[in-house]
């Protein structure tokens, strides 16, 4: 039994030793990779994601070299990753930097604008050529038939349900500003995500939703977008915003990006966007092909496969699982035996890491960022702190479990504590240690799939682009491989647990 628990706590340890040299190397590259290298991000939806994969392009093409971070979250968080230094770059609208990101403050025009931004450190580049403003759609037949042509029509029938996307909710010219603005009666609205408020359209849960307007969906569900007879929106024009110090530190990639301006009309971004988000031709290709015709570039495009795919979402997400179990591991089992030997402490102990337990994923993820910046650092941590629990509670009740008797014993034949401790109660508290490893281990595989909101990668990025294409195939690449990792997670730990426990003390 001795041996048995020293190896258990010994390849712990190793594990955790391990874990720690990973996430360092891991952030120790990423930090050597930056300066020299053009990092575009983009939002989470099909035309922000093109724009950026053509501002790659376009810098590659320059001489160069250039990452595109692809579908990270919403404005404010790639707003927050830009200031922080994260990215470089990403593609952003006038009206949202208005009301979004300056609320509250009565910019006139772009010089105010810019003179606004400039207090950031950021540049507005120019202007792609477009014009994107949010407005209001229903189906045709349902707006034929109630006779709604304007927003203000939509006052004479409070029975609409609306479903709006969660930033249009809370954003400054969103649905409270709205509401206000038209005088709006309707009390059935709900957020939900842009891509599935089209799905709620079409089977008739919702019945009027906001649009982007250059949104393929228009055209697609037959929608009817109703005028905007009071100028509530504003006029939402695209461009590639960046840090100022990019002028310095990579003017090459600011006069390569800049050959975009003016490139794009609503019409040429309407179609870009059905290409990918209708005729599901990957956004890569979509960029590559518009450059081609535009301006002459012929970008490399090199479409990744199904295979491929997947096996490199489980590299990543294996690295966020792996690390984060190991550091937890680390830190966990010290404080679960301080739990144990310290009753009163040890309850303040188990409800902080509880309270950390009730903290919302999505939530945790996102206060993060400022901390950590986007991508694997964030994740890591959140799922740290996630894994804490089940290990520190399973010790100390496994520790609290073992007899006083035979820790009577073994100090009657003369060994100090920490043999006591070493020899006798963590053997005897092997497998509710385990279980509580076990337990953690399933918990991070779940809750790793939200890393890809954030550019961690793993087993949610392709879930997450799949809602936005609304490619079920897509879906299920994160989602069975995610379910099937959880299974081999718990059946490793039972095998481990038959190999190194007695079977007397096998829960």
Not at 78 to 104: H, M, N, Q, V
Request: with cysteine.
């Amino acid at each position: 039994m001795r041996r048995a628990g020293a190896f258990i706590i010994t390849a712990l340890a190793a594990w955790g030793a391990v874990a720690v040299g990973l996430a360092g190397a891991g952030c120790s590259a990423r930090e050597r990779a930056g300066g020299a290298t053009l990092t575009v991000g983009s939002k989470g939806f099909t035309e922000s994601v093109i724009l950026g994969e053509m501002a790659t392009m376009v810098a590659r093409a320059g001489g160069v070299p250039a990452e595109h971070r692809r579908e990270i979250g919403g404005t404010r968080v790639l707003w927050d990753a830009l200031l922080r230094g994260d990215i470089d770059s990403y593609p952003e609208y006038t009206g949202t930097l208005r009301k979004e990101i300056f609320a509250g403050r009565a910019l006139a025009d772009t010089a105010e604008l810019q003179a606004a931004l400039d207090e950031a450190g950021v540049r507005l580049g120019p202007s792609l050529g477009f014009d994107n403003g949010y407005v209001l759609g229903l189906r045709e037949e349902t707006a034929a038939r109630l006779g709604i042509a304007t927003i203000s029509d939509l006052r004479t029938h409070p029975e609409l349900a609306f479903g709006f996307s969660n930033e249009f909710m809370d954003r400054g010219d969103g649905w409270p500003a709205l509401r206000d603005a038209y005088a709006l009666p309707q009390r059935d609205v709900r957020g939900l995500d842009h891509d599935l408020a089209y799905r709620g359209l079409n089977e008739g849960s919702i019945q009027v939703i906001d649009l982007y307007a250059t949104d393929a969906e228009i055209r697609y569900y037959q929608l009817r977008t109703l005028v905007d007879d009071r100028h509530h929106f504003e006029a939402y024009v695209a461009h590639l915003i960046r840090r100022v110090d990019l002028e310095a530190r990579l003017p090459a990639a600011v006069a390569a990006v800049d050959r975009l301006a003016g490139r794009l009309t609503a019409g040429t971004m309407t179609e870009l966007n059905a290409r990918a988000k209708l005729k599901r031709v990957p956004e890569t290709r979509v960029a590559a092909d518009f450059l081609a015709n535009t301006l002459g570039i012929h970008a490399a495009t090199a479409v990744e496969g199904r295979a491929a795919r997947i096996w490199r979402h489980t590299r990543e997400h294996l690295f966020l699982v792996l690390v984060s179990l190991g550091l937890a591991i680390v830190v966990a089992l010290p404080l679960g035996i301080a739990a144990a030997r310290l009753p009163r402490a040890g309850q303040l102990l188990l409800g902080f890491v509880g309270v950390l337990q009730t903290i919302p994923s999505l939530a945790l993820l996102v206060f993060m960022i400022p901390l950590l910046g986007i991508g694997t650092p964030p994740a890591l941590l959140a799922l740290f702190l996630y894994g804490l629990l089940p290990i520190v509670r399973n010790t100390a009740t496994g520790l609290r479990a073992v007899p006083a008797e035979l820790c009577d014993a073994a100090r009657a034949l003369g060994l100090p504590e920490r043999a006591i401790l070493r020899l006798v109660e963590l053997p005897m508290a092997s497998p509710a240690i385990l279980a509580g490893i076990k337990t953690s281990a399933v918990i991070n595989v779940g809750t790793a799939t939200l890393g890809g909101i954030i550019g961690a990668g793993g087993y949610g990025q392709p879930i997450i682009t799949g809602i936005r294409l609304d490619d079920v195939g897509r879906i299920l690449e994160g989602a069975i491989p995610a379910a099937v990792l959880a299974l081999l997670v718990q059946g490793l730990f039972d095998l481990v647990e038959r190999v190194v426990v007695p079977r007397g003390l096998r829960l």
